[in-house]
């Protein structure tokens, strides 16, 4: 099994920037692709970004250039750097980890940005 554990969410004003973490336990040898989704309210969970083992990433078009997705993997740890905020970042921020194995994914409990002047 593995456990995720987010922090580093908050209260920000638009332009303003913030950095989430995810600590991972437990089977982290099994841990492939992580990634970031947020749930805006009365919205459907959607992909932020995406990276690999080898540190390949992927973004969602609406935060091209302003958050930046990377992984420590001495320290069994994602990061989501996130610049230049607009109010419509605005969500309950999810981690995820793939696994080669049932039950393929592990989500974290979710941190609140909010971005808000």
């Known amino acids: 099994q593995v456990q995720l554990v987010e922090s580093g969410g908050g209260l920000v004003q638009p332009g303003g920037s913030l950095r989430l973490s995810c600590q991972a336990s437990?089977?982290?040898?099994?841990?492939?692709?992580m990634g970031w989704y947020r749930q805006a309210s009365e919205a459907e969970r959607v992909l932020v970004a995406l990276i690999n083992t080898d540190g390949l990433t992927d973004y969602a078009d609406s935060v091209v250039g302003r958050f930046t997705i990377s992984r420590d993997n001495a320290k069994n740890t994602l990061y989501l750097q996130m610049n230049n905020l607009k109010p419509e970042d605005t969500a309950v921020y999810y981690c995820?980890?793939?696994?080669?194995?049932?039950?393929?994914?592990?989500w974290g409990q979710g941190t609140q940005v909010t971005v808000s002047s």
């Open positions: 437990g089977s982290i040898f099994s841990i492939k692709d």
């Open positions: 995820n980890a793939e696994v080669g194995e049932f039950p393929y994914d592990y």
